[in-house]
């Protein structure tokens, strides 16, 4: 089967699925929702001058979450009731069922999340009145478009570790405490571990003035790194077990 046609079907499994699609719009509904929560309950008057433009993506908290769910369930429903047996009858080759669903899942989580990026952006300044910022800010575009990245970077994190243990339970039990509380710990232990950590250092592409060693692009370099790495793992996973 030609690697388009791979593409094409593993785009209907996903948009058939109701529990992927609910995932996935949940990236953009629980970030657009809590952005429009937290600046109605603010006053303006307290908005951070820290970092404005850090602050603008506060809700991406809660959206990557839901973009780590969407790749773990996506990869794993494979695993569940034979479907990868099934799926393996048509396509034979296992790299390329597995490259078609990554690519799937990545360009679907990207557009999305440029969709979101911009909407939250721009919903949350125009409740700033005065203080906002606009798209010709320093790093507004570049923080918009490297949000979108970012998502689907945790995306691709997720679907990867959880083709290695056939399990979006035990991929999301892993990677939701790395995100959420690893990070914080090893921030008051050891500031410079922790500035690799996926989390952190994708996120310095949100930041108007990153801090640390790592720059905005090199900080989601170093994410885009661990997203290889689970890739790859996953890759040689689905390559040497039996389905």
């Known amino acids: 089967m030609p690697f388009a046609a791979v593409l094409r079907s593993e785009w209907i499994k996903i948009a058939s699925v109701r529990s992927l699609y609910g995932a996935l719009t949940a990236v953009l509904l629980a970030t657009v929702g809590i952005t ?3 600046f ?3 006053d303006p008057a307290d908005h951070s001058a820290a970092d404005p433009l850090l602050d603008a993506f506060y809700a991406l908290n ?10 773990a369930t996506a990869l794993s429903s494979e695993f569940r009731h034979g479907a990868l047996r099934i799926s393996l009858t048509v396509v034979p080759d296992r790299g390329h069922l597995y490259m078609a669903k990554t690519v799937v899942v990545g360009a679907l989580v990207l557009g999305v999340g440029l969709v979101t ?6 919903t949350g300044q125009a409740m700033l009145g005065e203080r906002a910022l606009d798209l010709t800010a320093p790093g507004a575009v570049r923080a918009c478009v490297g949000a979108g990245i970012y998502l689907a970077l945790m ?32 921030g008051d232990v050891a500031a410079g571990v922790a500035q690799f950590l996926p989390d952190r250092a994708g996120q310095q592409v949100l930041r108007q003035h990153p801090v640390g060693d790592l720059g905005p692009w090199t900080g989601l370099g170093v994410t885009a790194l661990w997203a290889l790495a689970l890739l790859l793992a996953g890759w040689w996973t689905i390559r040497r077990r039996d389905a």
């Open 36 to 38: 429009l929560l937290a």
């Open 62 to 71: 809660f959206g990557h979450i839901a973009a780590l769910s969407f790749g």
């Open 117 to 122: 990026a911009f909407t939250v952006f721009l």
């Open 40 to 42: 109605a309950t603010m």
């Open 155 to 186: 995306a691709l994190m997720a679907a990867g570790l959880a083709t290695v243990l056939r399990s979006a339970v035990g991929a999301l039990g892993i990677l939701v405490p790395l995100i959420l509380l690893l990070s914080f710990v090893f």
